[in-house]
């Protein structure tokens, strides 16, 4: 079992080093995950999907067994992240997982202020409400065991690094679109919304909002309406590699009007939709 050594100073890399010893993780992880590029063998191997596909994490397939070993071993992580695209899961990235007992810190690599902690299921962490990222100090004193998980994204580039929770190059590439710095964040939660099959933004209204059965169904109409209207501008633009001001505006505006449209549909959680928009 890997355990993490507390109260033990480790000494400073320098920069060259630490650039190697990087390097060499991400390395080790994709020579231990390339042949996860199929599902089916990740399934043989005893990963199995837990929660829906998020727009910037996508879907986590978890090997219950290897989050149980507790080793953090750069070729055998315990999520693999996938995104669907044109229909097929493909593979993006992978998560290593760090069993934490009272006191104890998330590990000191690859990237120590990146690991974060799950104290709920993946669904609810996930969500703007429930998942937040944490330093290595996060809670040390905690009397009860911890999950802590540090996603890398290995296969599909994150444009914010690495070892970032979040990958925003993901809601463009579900349309084949090149996610640069000139992509809007407003632009790409409106493609995120567009590919949303599996129900993520019902779930997060749901979650964060007192909603009557009434109000869901209501919720669920302007959803699928804003969703189908994303879809069609986003159908004009796949394969693109730099849109046009013109263009990310169009996809920036299909996302403002979504939350306009929601607060007129759902006058009474106004202020909440204002608050969740702001937290996304």
Not at 85 to 104: F, I, K, Q, S, W
Not at 150 to 177: E, K, Q
Not at 193 to 204: F, I, N, S, T, V
Request: aromatic content about 6%.
């Amino acid at each position: 079992m890997f355990v993490v050594s507390l109260g033990v100073a480790v000494p400073l890399a320098l920069p060259a080093q630490r650039d190697s010893a990087i390097d060499r993780f991400i390395a080790e992880a994709k020579a231990g995950t390339r042949r996860y590029a199929s599902q089916e063998i990740a399934v043989a191997d005893g990963f199995v999907r837990v929660g829906v596909e998020f727009p910037a994490m996508g879907e986590h397939w978890v090997n219950l067994g290897r989050v149980m070993e507790d080793s953090l071993v750069a070729a055998r992580p315990s999520v693999l992240i996938y995104v669907n695209m044109n229909g097929a899961p493909r593979l993006a990235g992978v998560a290593y997982t760090d069993l934490l007992a009272p006191g104890e810190r998330p590990a000191a690599r690859p990237a120590p202020l990146a690991w974060h902690e799950h104290n709920g299921a993946i669904d609810e962490e996930s969500l703007p409400l429930g998942h937040h990222d944490r330093h290595t100090m996060a809670g040390a004193s905690s009397d009860s065991l911890r999950l802590s998980i540090l996603h890398a994204w290995v296969w599909i580039a994150n444009p914010s690094g690495t070892f970032v929770t979040d990958n925003w190059s993901l809601p463009a590439a579900r349309f084949g679109i090149t996610a640069d710095r000139t992509l809007t964040r407003e632009a790409l939660h409106a493609l995120a919304l567009g590919a949303d099959d599996e129900r993520y933004y019902l779930l997060m209204l749901r979650t964060s909002l007192a909603m009557s059965a009434a109000d869901e169904l209501a919720a669920e109409r302007v959803i699928a309406l804003h969703r189908s209207s994303v879809r069609a501008t986003a159908a004009a633009l796949c394969g693109a590699r730099i849109l046009t001001s013109s263009q990310r505006d169009a996809l920036a505006s299909e996302w403002d009007k979504f939350w306009r449209d929601l607060q007129r549909t759902l006058p009474r959680h106004a202020a909440g939709l204002q608050t969740l928009r702001r937290q996304l």
